[in-house]
């Protein structure tokens, strides 16, 4: 129940109308009997400063960021966690006494949900789809973990040239070693190009809410590999599908969304999230 005492959390982004932040956070805080409330706020591009300056307000306790103001809410930030200001994007934005502390969950949301899934990502060899936004939250979180080669394929080569020297140049020494390659999109003609990676995620765009596909054919992939895609919408889009078909253990991006809510909701309340919660409602809307 609202009363004098609930503290406020919420998703900031433009457009909104499709975040399942909400659903997810308010029933978690409904599960863990919490006094809090998880509201969406639509934030135009020349609001963000005013929108920053009211989050300093004693009730409440911390926003998501999303879609287009991840970057351009740093500047107004007090502290950034260090692997937030390496990717040079921020996600979640904690509120202490007036301090406003930024940090990123996306890798990890997808690093968690992997483990969930009983997938290690030790030893194994990683090749990404993309080089936007979401791909390089992921890959500066993989390089974190004991991987043995990263591939990064887009179709504007540069972009995955770029964000391959951006790794390469924040990373401390020893993760320097491992190999990082890049190339286009369209390179990959057939199986060989792909086989000896253990796992193959797509952050590209590319089916998100349509049936469009990466690859034009489906022998990319085969029977030992792990094939992710960071969409959810639809649950299974054609890149999954093609995989699936080649014998492929395939995962969408649920989980992620999920894993890095629940590490944002850590943070902003302290407590451990229940991540079965928030998962059957994010499926549910
Ligand atoms: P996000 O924050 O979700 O990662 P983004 O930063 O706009 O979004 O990145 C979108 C990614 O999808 C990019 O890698 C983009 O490729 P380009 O860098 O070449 O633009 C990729 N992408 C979008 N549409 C695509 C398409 N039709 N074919 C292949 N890749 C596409």
Redesign the pocket.
């Known amino acids: 129940m609202l009363n004098g005492s609930t503290k406020i959390l919420g998703v900031i982004g433009n457009p909104i109308h499709h975040s399942k932040s909400p659903q997810m956070h308010n029933a978690a805080f409904n599960h863990l009997n919490l006094n809090y409330i998880y509201i969406p706020f639509l934030v135009e591009k020349t609001q963000i400063e005013t929108c920053m300056a009211s989050l300093k307000s004693n009730n409440i306790s911390g926003i998501n960021v999303t879609?287009p103001f991840?970057e351009s809410v740093i500047p107004f930030l007090d502290k950034i966690d260090p692997l937030a200001k390496k990717i040079g994007a921020v996600n979640t934005i904690v509120n202490k006494n007036g301090v406003l502390t930024g940090y990123n969950t996306d890798g990890y949301g997808l690093i968690s949900d992997l483990s969930i899934n009983k997938i290690s990502l030790s030893n194994k060899s990683i090749a990404i789809?993309?080089?936007?936004?979401?791909?390089?939250s992921i890959c500066f979180s993989l390089l974190e973990q004991n991987i043995t080669s990263l591939l990064i394929l887009?179709?504007?080569v540069e972009?995955?040239e770029r964000l391959k020297f951006n790794l390469i140049d924040s990373m401390n020494n020893d993760i320097t070693n491992i190999p990082i390659e890049t190339g286009s999109?369209s390179s990959v003609i057939d199986e060989k190009t792909l086989e000896k990676y253990d796992i193959i995620i797509n952050?590209?765009?590319?089916g998100l809410n349509d049936n469009?596909t990466?690859f034009p054919t489906d022998n990319w992939s085969n029977q030992n590999q792990i094939v992710y895609d960071?969409i959810y919408s639809p649950p299974e889009t054609n890149f999954l599908k093609q995989a699936r078909l080649k014998g492929a253990k395939t995962l969408n991006g649920l989980g992620m969304l999920v894993g890095q809510g629940a590490l944002a909701f850590k943070k902003f309340t302290s407590h451990d999230a229940p991540f079965d919660i928030m998962y059957n409602e994010v499926k549910k809307c």
């Open positions: 879609v991840k789809l993309g080089a936007g936004g979401s791909s390089k887009n179709r504007t972009k995955a999109l952050t590209t765009s590319v469009s990466i960071i």
